[in-house]
């Protein structure tokens, strides 16, 4: 049995470090109990991972615990780490009495951290960002692309500065990003993604969405990615571009433009050797194509 006020000596050093990560990111995104001694933790990662915790009957030690992740070289993941410390402060905070109320609580603290951040003025949350930019060296570039004005130009170059940023953090020296390191890569680069959902100009946000998809295929290269969670963003880009194309109601001259740019893209030399890419770029460009002319260009 794992003690729960003193887990971290009885875990590897390096699961302490990512798992203490992902609690202060807040990354254990629900938690609740039946009441006694069974906790169950939803953690994002690259997906989201269902962790399950079983306390003794004085819920001081952890008597086993699981994750549904893909990692198997120890008992304990970054996921489980995480949920520990969760768990731990809710317990710490008063629930020790009804494991019910960690729901609650957990709850209840997203709720007082909105309160304080609406009390704050705009100099105060505007000095937080700024100093939260200092230590998610990627963050900076996230808000631009999701918030400014800028050109198009503008926003490639800063995707790629985001880019450059990820691929530092979980690459070693030589480049090569580890498979314990490729969810986290997949993961911070599934949140740049999510930035084109905040960009109005949808030309703009294609421009990033291709960035990210020739950088997460020339990624596969450098990284072993056994677990196939850079494929799986892939294909989540892709299906994010054709989101961007399909549901927008766009101007007939803006999607003549759309379309002429997804071509080129397809005729990419990076999908030579990936056929099943450039397909599926070409097949939503078929689905606009509303002219036998157009018709033909997608054949060719």
Known sequence: MIPIHNFEEHVNDLMIKRGLDYYLEGRVINISSDGFTRVIADVEGSYEYQVIIILDSKRENI?????????????????????????????????????????????????????VLIELDKKELIEIIIEQTQTDSSLKDRLILAYSNESKDDSIKHVKKAIQAIERTHSDQGGFIDWRDVHDYAYDMGKLLCETDKIEDPEKALEVAYQLLEASIESILCADDSDGMIGVFIDDVIEQIEKIILMSNLEPHILERIFTRLLKQADSPIFDEWDEYRISLLSIAAEIAVTPEKKEKVEK
């Open 63 to 115: 008597k086993h615990s699981e994750c549904n992740c893909p990692y198997d070289f120890g008992a304990i993941c970054k996921h489980q780490v995480a949920s520990f410390y969760e768990l731990r402060e809710a317990l710490e905070d008063g629930s020790e009495n009804d494991l019910d109320d960690i729901g609650r609580k957990m709850e209840n603290s997203k709720v007082k951290l909105e309160s």
